[in-house]
């Protein structure tokens, strides 16, 4: 804006030096086309000015606008009719009510409440639709400053409007977000409490099932060294015997522990490696019921083998592991099942893809009390398993059978499943694809031996002997000499491994079985001086033999 110029001192060629005669007393006196002039220029700086502030209203990147008394619209920017969705010149002399019917119930009383007290109300949140964006929920930050005259009479309200419907939106995300991170946090820390509750319930279901058979061998240990020591005339040899059959027996459940929670250890650690070698099914399946038949036979329990005219005799599988599997859910069949009768079932079906391989198949079938669908996957979790057992059930077991059954046929590329109906009973369903079938020159020769009936175990233990009877010649020195040494290094699981390889055909059953019994007594000693019984004639014949 252009104000009065100081015309300066006399004679300096101001404007207003020809304004009029100067009497030397009197001021300077304007003259009419000076007048005018500084009229004009103030005139044109007006219009500059407000030039300039239209096209800063127009352009403001927020709403604004200003409203009458009676609420209608006397001015608005580009910016806030985009958001109404209506042109601005359709905004002009119409109320709040008619241009966004929607908003008015919530922004008129507090427009009459600014006109009614003269104070502004400031970042007022809004939300609602427009019929720019119908059906979209939208909100803004709204304040309302009064426009006031000289006297202070409001004259109407000066509006100013900012979308935030993104940030609004990003805020609830972010709400969202951490309310979801919160229920996360909160049901991990409940799982990880829960998890340490199940491991403590674990650890001490556990340490009484060792503790137990340990007790027992102590227990029976302490009676037999009294009774050793008792005159000969007057020692009881059933009673010696029967302790020492306590003796092994709860050894051989101490042992199956200690095994079953260092094979868990191995697996999770990736340390458990498989050996896959020829594996005689047509052997293997019959001794595994034969091992368990004298349980099954004290529970008036019938064990059944159901084969398929399919499945191949010879296969490359990990036979310790598979033999593991099967003996688990057939000792847990049988320890649960009160009346009735267990099958174990075999099948195998060659892949389309590769004639050479076969989906090799077994089902452990009972006639037990079955499990309820909200039971069957806690059978699989040692910690789920504990935390429901309680402690010192001695039918409960350690919980480790199934969860270690289902990670070695993990490990073998396999799948386990369960069916099972409460009170009819439950079935345990393998399957092994992609089994290599051994040709007949890659495994011993069968040829000449007579494929029998398939074997069954009534419950009076009458189904034929567990083991094929056989000549009672020993093995060559070689595999004496090994044997021999298994013994020295008390190495058990080689020695069934040992067994299970010269039990036959053609093989020499009665001795492996005879070190087969000795090896499940743990009387290593006695397996030494066997070998080294059998290998005097191969000594005597060769002194400096393999046998020597």
């Not at 009719?81 to 241009?99: D, M, S, W, Y």
Request: with cysteine; aromatic share 4%.
């Amino acid at each position: 804006m252009t104000g009065w110029r100081d015309p300066g001192p006399a004679g300096d060629g101001g404007a207003y030096a020809e304004a009029g005669p100067r009497n030397g007393t009197d001021a300077d006196v304007p003259t009419p086309a000076a007048v005018e002039e500084r009229i004009r220029r103030t005139e044109a700086a007006a219009r500059q000015q407000g030039l300039e502030l239209e096209a800063v209203y127009s352009t403001a990147p927020i709403g604004l606008c200003v409203l009458d008394t009676e609420l209608r619209f006397r001015r608005i920017n580009e910016r806030l009719a985009e958001i109404n969705g209506l042109p601005a010149a359709a905004h002009f002399g119409r109320t709040v009510r008619e241009v966004v019917p929607a908003l008015a119930d919530m922004a008129e009383p507090l427009f009459r409440r600014v006109i009614a007290t003269g104070e502004p109300l400031l970042d007022i949140e809004v939300s609602g639709e427009t019929q720019a964006r119908p059906g979209a929920r939208r909100v803004w930050r709204e304040s309302y400053y009064p426009l006031k005259d000289p006297t202070g009479q409001v004259l109407g309200i000066n509006v100013m409007v900012e979308e935030i419907t993104g940030q609004k939106r990003l805020e609830e995300e972010i709400r969202a977000l951490n309310a979801d991170l919160e229920a996360r946090v909160s049901a991990r820390t409940a799982e990880v409490c829960a998890a340490n509750a199940v491991k403590s319930r674990f650890l001490a279901t556990f340490t009484h099932e060792l503790r137990t058979p340990l007790h027992a061998i102590l227990g029976f240990t302490q009676v037999l060294e009294r009774l050793l020591t008792t005159p000969a005339a007057e020692q009881d040899a059933q009673r010696r015997q029967d302790l020492l059959d306590a003796i092994t027996r709860n050894g051989r459940h101490l042992l199956a522990l200690v095994n079953d929670i260092l094979d868990l250890s191995r697996m999770e650690s990736g340390l458990l490696r498989l050996n896959a070698v020829p594996t005689h099914l047509a052997r293997l399946l019959p001794e595994c019921l034969a091992d368990l038949a004298p349980l099954a036979a004290e529970k008036g329990l019938a064990l059944h083998l159901d084969t398929t005219p399919q499945l191949p005799d010879w296969v490359a599988v990990d036979r310790v592991r598979l033999t593991q599997i099967l003996a688990n859910l057939l000792g847990n069949a049988i320890k649960y099942t009160r009346q009735g009768e267990i099958r174990l079932g075999a099948s195998g079906i060659v892949e389309a893809a590769d004639p050479e391989c076969l989906t090799l198949t077994f089902t452990v079938t009972d006639t037990g009390p079955g499990f309820a669908a909200a039971d069957r996957e806690a059978l699989f979790s040692p910690l789920a398993q504990a935390g429901k057992l309680p402690v010192g059930n001695a039918s409960s077991g350690s919980g480790l059978g199934l969860p270690l059954c289902r990670e070695l046929v993990r490990l073998m590329g396999g799948a386990i499943h369960l069916d099972s109906t409460p009170g009819r009973g439950s079935r345990f369903t393998l399957s092994f694809p992609g089994v290599p079938v051994v040709k007949p020159m890659e495994a011993p020769s069968t040829a000449g031996v007579e494929s029998g009936p398939t074997p069954s175990f009534t419950p009076d233990g009458h189904g034929g002997p567990s083991r094929p009877p056989g000549p009672p010649e020993a093995p060559p020195p070689a595999a004496l000499e090994e044997l021999r040494q298994l013994a020295l290094q008390r190495r058990t699981s080689r020695l069934v491994a040992w067994c299970r390889q010269w039990s036959g055909p053609h093989g020499y059953p009665a001795f492996a079985a005879s070190v087969h019994d000795r090896t499940l007594a743990f009387d290593y000693d006695q397996i030494v001086a066997l070998a080294e019984k059998a290998l005097q004639p191969a000594r005597a014949a060769h002194p400096d033999g393999p046998g020597a």
